[in-house]
Each structure stands twice: as structure tokens, then as C-alpha cells.
């Protein structure tokens, strides 16, 4: 199984929006809704932020959402702080019953 | 509150298995609705799912890693674990465990991951 495609890197001011998107094909992301997106700070364990497409976990702040549209999915974070400098990966359920993650996607806060 | 940990050997000699167990407290590994997965991350490379057990001993396996890879449950222990045979330096990395949640890509609990690195 190949690995989701994500962008290498995003960048943004604080307080801007940025999307970061994912795509595969329509036997992981396009065929099933459960695209989940984890942030993972270095030296730490990934934290999920949004599983089943949208769904945020309690605790989660409401900056987070995801979206899909085809065979891409999209986290896009709003209002943009520092603490959100981190790396994000998307990670979905494929049609051989296994999964799979992108590739990571680094989001620098200028 | 549920935790995971993992545990086993941080050096393997190439060619030789890799073991991790983890261990789940705060919860029963026995309690139908979650799977328990194992992924990896190689040092400054990204996340890779190896595959998930269910209480009741079913598992998936990443397509790559199937010929090589063992995950087994010990619900009287609240544990499961991880075996990967024939490995070599490729295989050094973190190994992670977590919770997912059944009919869901809910993947909500990790362990803070260990380090295994394969060198002679």
C-alpha cells in the first residue's frame, strides 16, 4: 500500500488559516469516512486531533477541523498560534482492512 | 484513565526478532469496541501503521510487513505484543501502541513510544 500524499511543509502567520490536505485514492480516503489527522510535536507521541473525517476529540480546540472531497482530505487550523507549529499526519482505513498514514506535513508559524 | 506503555529491548542484532509488549492499565483489554495497534516511526521519517489485534485474537498486518510480524493478546496479563522477525537496520525506529476504537479511525490512546534500533 502506498502512503497518503501530503505537502512537505506549510507555513503561516499567527492568526491566518492554513489547510493542509491528503490524498489517496478511492480505496482508503475517497471510499471510506475514516480519515483521522494526528499532530505530533518532536519527541512526543502523536495526539489525534480529528477522527472520522471531522469529529474533534473533547480537549481539542475548535481551531481544528477536517473536511473531505473525493479522494483528498483537509485539516485546516484557524487562528493559527505558535503552540500549532508541529507535524500532522492523516492516516486512513484502505480497502485490504489496514490502514495507512501520509507522509507528514511540517507547519511552521512564521 | 486508560494509559498504554510500551516495554522491551531498545538494541537488536540484525537478523534476530524484535519483542515489545504493551501494557494497557486503567482499562480491560478484554472490553469489546477497541482494537490495539502497533506503528512505527523511524528516526526522522514519518508514521507507519504495522497492524492491530482485536481481544479476540484477530489480526491486520501492513501488506509489507506481513511475512515478518506477530501481534498476539494476553488478556489475563492486559497486554499485547509485538514480534518482528529477521530484522535488520531498516526496522530500527519508535515503536508506538495504541487503543483505536471499533467502527471508528478513533486512534485516542498512544504510549509515549520506545526506541528500538537494530545495530551489531
Known amino acids: 500500500q502506498s502512503a497518503l500524499t501530503q505537502p512537505a511543509s506549510v507555513s503561516g502567520s499567527p492568526g491566518q488559516s492554513i489547510t493542509i490536505s491528503c490524498t489517496g485514492t478511492s480505496s482508503d480516503v475517497g471510499g471510506y469516512d475514516y480519515v483521522s489527522w494526528y499532530q505530533q510535536h518532536p519527541g512526543k507521541a502523536p495526539k489525534l486531533m480529528i477522527y472520522?473525517?471531522?469529529n474533534r476529540p473533547s480537549g481539542v480546540s475548535n481551531r481544528f477541523s477536517g473536511s473531505k472531497s473525493g479522494n483528498t482530505a483537509s485539516l485546516t487550523i484557524s487562528g493559527l498560534q505558535a503552540e500549532d507549529e508541529a507535524d500532522y499526519y492523516c492516516?486512513?482505513?484502505?480497502?485490504?482492512?489496514?490502514?495507512?498514514f501520509g507522509g507528514g506535513t511540517k507547519v511552521t508559524v512564521l | 484513565q486508560l494509559q498504554v506503555q510500551e516495554s522491551g529491548p531498545g538494541l537488536v542484532k540484525p537478523s534476530e526478532t524484535l519483542s515489545l509488549t504493551c501494557t494497557v492499565s486503567g482499562g480491560s483489554i478484554s472490553r469489546s469496541s477497541y482494537y490495539w495497534g502497533w506503528i512505527r516511526q523511524p528516526p526522522g521519517k514519518g508514521l507507519e501503521w504495522i497492524g492491530n489485534?482485536?481481544?479476540?485474537?484477530?489480526?491486520n498486518y501492513n501488506p509489507s510487513l506481513r511475512s515478518r510480524v506477530t501481534i498476539s493478546v494476553d488478556t489475563s496479563k492486559n497486554q499485547f505484543s509485538l514480534e518482528l522477525r529477521s530484522v535488520t537496520a531498516a526496522d530500527t525506529a519508535v515503536y508506538y501502541c495504541?487503543?483505536?476504537?471499533?467502527?471508528?479511525?478513533?486512534?485516542?490512546?498512544w504510549g509515549q513510544g520506545t526506541l528500538v534500533t537494530v545495530s551489531s
Open positions: 489485534i482485536y481481544y479476540s485474537g484477530s489480526t
Open positions: 495504541a487503543r483505536r476504537v471499533e467502527g471508528s479511525g478513533r486512534r485516542d490512546y
Open positions: 492516516n486512513s482505513y484502505t480497502s485490504s482492512r489496514t490502514w495507512v
Open positions: 472520522d473525517v471531522t
